[in-house]
């Protein structure tokens, strides 16, 4: 497996919103957010449901991994799926930094990755407490 998920009550925007700011107590920022249906549709006129990536980030976390392996950039941020399924629920999914960052084979990394794992499963939790 490559990532965790779950599926969190409410409309897109709302489920976007709350993943912010769940992803802001465990120290994420979200650097980027793609809204791949929306690309799709002026690129292509492909009409998709709702679904968003969000690039987040934990600079404190980033600096550590960029200090123990230049090139770790290639792998980061890490992404967050907000999509909407068919029946109208809303799935939020987390890349598995342990399952990415373990291509990078140190054990600074590897310790890294664990706590981002457990920040990230702490944010996923969140979404439904």
Do not use: H, W
């Not at 980027?32 to 969000?54: G, Q």
């Amino acid at each position: 497996m490559y990532g965790f998920s779950v599926t969190v009550p409410g409309g897109m925007d709302d489920v976007a919103d709350k993943v912010t700011e769940e992803l802001k107590k465990e120290g994420f920022g979200v650097l980027t957010e793609i809204d791949v249906a929306a690309t799709l549709k002026s690129k292509l006129d492909i009409d998709r449901r709702p679904y968003r990536i969000l690039g987040a980030c934990n600079p404190s976390l980033a600096s550590r991994a960029l200090d123990a392996e230049p090139d770790i950039g290639l792998l980061l941020p890490c992404n967050v799926v907000v999509r909407e399924e068919d029946d109208g629920s809303v799935t939020v999914a987390f890349m598995d930094p342990e399952a990415v960052l373990s291509l990078v084979g140190s054990p600074d990394i590897r310790e890294l990755a664990a706590d981002v794992r457990g920040r990230l499963q702490r944010v996923r939790d969140g979404l439904v407490a």
